[in-house]
T-cell receptor
Framework: KAGVTQTPRYLIKTRGQQVTLSCSPI?????VSWYQQTPGQGLQFLFEYFSETQRNKGNFPGRFSGRQFSNSRSEMNVSTLELGDSALYLC????????????FGAGSRLTVL | AQSVTQLDSQVPVFEEAPVELRCNYS??????LFWYVQYPNQGLQLLLKYLSGSTLVESINGFEAEFNKSQTSFHLRKPSVHISDTAEYFCAVSGPLSGNTGKLIFGQGTTLQVKP
């Protein structure tokens, strides 16, 4: 059973640009969550999508957005990049039944110059 | 609101020695508790979880954690560590009242450094 796949693994952008990250969940998982990991703030919840609907959102500015497709694949977008957006972005999927046991992908490491 | 505190940012230990990584949580409702491990340049891997039932949970690689409701703790222990256990460990909490969402609250992480 394939795990959670995130692309790209590494990317470099400059301030003001935008970026789109992709996440393919485990087959059969309908919930996809996104987290930002930085040395200073640790792991912070961005948002969660279930059946193409955002059902939970963390405390991030509107520059951070996401969506989920009918096949449960998800994308997140960050517009007008700032230096502080440099981070490891982790995607996690779950079956969304019972307890929320998340399976994480390897992450997309974004560097903003 | 829920919160998690990992009491040690770094824990150095010699190989084959026992180790305990401490985690306290704050929540006014029932919780689910997790330990995740992160190796360099990788994502998070689930180590073990407490959902209900026995308060002592074990992983396949020798780690165990005990849910203590009165002390609101979920400390991670291993009786004998290996070099390969060197990694960052994260304690996390979520609650059944959160509606089966994918929102976990993580501690700041504990770096376990196993020395030969």
């Amino acid at each position: 059973k394939a795990g959670v796949t995130q692309t790209p693994r590494y990317l470099i952008k400059t301030r003001g640009q935008q970026v789109t990250l992709s996440c393919s969940p485990i087959s059969g998982h309908r919930s996809v969550s996104w987290y930002q990991q930085t040395p200073g703030q640790g792991l912070q919840f961005l948002f969660e999508y279930f059946s193409e609907t955002q059902r939970n959102k963390g405390n991030f500015p509107g520059r951070f957005s996401g969506r989920q497709f009918s096949n449960s694949r998800s994308e997140m977008n960050v517009s007008t990049l700032e230096l502080g957006d440099s981070a490891l972005y982790l995607c996690a999927s779950s079956s969304a039944s019972g307890a929320n046991v998340l399976t994480f992908g390897a992450g997309s490491r974004l560097t903003v110059l | 609101a829920q919160s998690v505190t990992q009491l040690d940012s770094q824990v150095p230990v010699f190989e084959e020695a026992p180790v305990e990584l401490r985690c306290n949580y704050s929540s006014s409702v029932s919780v689910y508790l997790f330990w995740y491990v992160q190796y360099p340049n990788q994502g998070l891997q689930l180590l073990l979880k407490y959902l209900s039932g026995s308060t002592l949970v074990e992983s396949i690689n020798g780690f165990e954690a005990e849910f203590n409701k009165s002390q609101t703790s979920f400390h991670l222990r291993k009786p004998s560590v290996h070099i390969s256990d060197t990694a960052e460990y994260f304690c996390a909490v979520s609650g059944p009242l959160s509606g089966n969402t994918g929102k976990l609250i993580f501690g700041q992480g504990t770096t376990l450094q196993v020395k030969p």
